[in-house]
DNA sequence: ACCTGAACACCGTTCAAGT
DNA sequence: ACCTGAACACCGTTCAAGT
């Protein structure tokens, strides 16, 4: 099959969220489109350029469709959650994403990008991408390589709780659970709190009126 | 001289800072301190280490002594500025910081860490980490490797915006200000609304009576 | 206990050569 | 235009050997 640079950019996408990172090698992605090295260097220019790639690849997969129907504050939330899931859908490429300018025409493509409250936008972009961080971010990338292998076990052995599954198998579904929802909750409680600031910011919608 | 763990982790934090994450390794390191490689693994398990304990090192030089006598609005906006300055004296260090777990024993001991509010807490932390990525992070890490020397030309050449500073010299150091004005005004605008978001979250005290 | 140096299995990229 | 393979200057880490 031809090598193309979106080839060599999917690969590598591939590989970084199979084996992290520090696994994506020019050596390794070639093999993996069983080519040799230096043929990539004909779509490519660049080691760098790869990884350019794959956060802007990353990034454009945001799926998110703004609603005119629905309040802004429904629409800041839901491009948050968009912006979420793409990071748990890619959570070993998020930070090669981190790694580059993030105010890319990727973001404003995904609705990021107002033009009257870019400090607003750049709040909630700093808000989600430190929370993300956080959520996916447990020594994501300068780790030792992790094996092959991707089980469930050795997911859970990201965790920083250590646990032999098969001892405690339940315990750690269970603890896996938790901390979905831990995470779930922590992102919206965050989320919560920057949409009500900047909605006490607005003009108020005069509901009942003072004295004084 | 004698070789250190603590030695090892500032030769290390030193190389990031001057040439970027990309360019640190045992062999460099070992160079700045006049040993063989392989004695540093008398001091230092491996690489991955080594980066820990820069992160830890790092985190743990943020200067914050609480005062007791400021209101808690202060006390938040003195620490989340005592961190951004921690990340604006070791910018490059950044990305390794934020690629381990944030919430280290250093952090807390920083201030960070409240028992009621860690809710709270995250929100600010995922706020500022965002914040200085954005400001710290204009491609920190795996872009190709800089030259030795660290002029302020090569400096200002991190900027998005490339101009010849022979021709242009005071354009470029105006162009610098006025970043570094909206950096503060960004991070401070964010961190406000936080504040304030938080503020109106506790049981108000009570003013002005209402009506109803 | 601490350091050395050779060796191994990797890197990214250049270059000359092939089709 | 696209691909190859040898070569160069690097990596992290193991191991056997020295003090």
């Known amino acids: 099959m031809q090598l193309t640079r979106e080839r060599i950019?999917?690969?590598?996408?591939?590989?970084?969220?199979?084996?992290?990172?520090?696994?994506?090698?020019?050596?390794r992605?070639?093999?993996?489109?069983?080519?040799?090295?230096?043929?990539?260097?004909?779509?490519?220019?660049?080691?760098?350029?790869?990884?350019?790639?794959?956060?802007?690849?990353?990034?454009?997969?945001?799926?998110?469709?703004?609603?005119?129907?629905?309040?802004?504050?429904?629409?800041?939330?839901?491009?948050?959650?968009?912006f979420r899931q793409m990071a748990r859908a890619h959570p070993r490429c998020m930070m090669v994403v981190v790694s580059r300018p993030v105010d890319s025409a990727a973001l404003r493509s995904a609705g990021f990008g107002g033009e009257e409250a870019i400090r607003v936008v750049r709040s909630f972009v700093a808000?989600?991408?430190?929370?993300?961080?956080?959520?996916?971010?447990?020594?994501p990338g300068l780790e030792p390589t992790r094996p092959l292998t991707q089980d469930p076990a050795s997911l859970a052995a990201d965790r920083p709780i250590h646990l032999d599954p098969a001892e405690f198998p339940q315990?750690?579904?269970?603890s896996t659970e938790l901390l979905d929802r831990d995470f779930d909750a922590d992102f919206e409680f965050g989320l919560d709190l920057l949409v009500r600031a900047v909605a006490d910011r607005r003009p108020v919608k005069e509901l009942a009126p003072r004295n004084a």
């Open 9 to 27: 950019i999917t690969a590598a996408a591939e590989l970084i969220e199979r084996e992290g990172p520090d696994a994506v090698s020019m050596r």
């Open 29 to 82: 992605i070639a093999a993996q489109l069983g080519s040799g090295v230096m043929a990539l260097y004909n779509h490519v220019p660049s080691k760098a350029a790869v990884l350019d790639g794959v956060a802007d690849h990353v990034l454009s997969s945001i799926e998110y469709t703004p609603d005119p129907g629905a309040s802004w504050e429904e629409q800041v939330r839901a491009q948050a959650r968009a």
């Open 127 to 139: 808000y989600i991408v430190g929370s993300l961080l956080r959520e996916v971010g447990v020594s």
């Open 171 to 174: 315990v750690i579904s269970l």
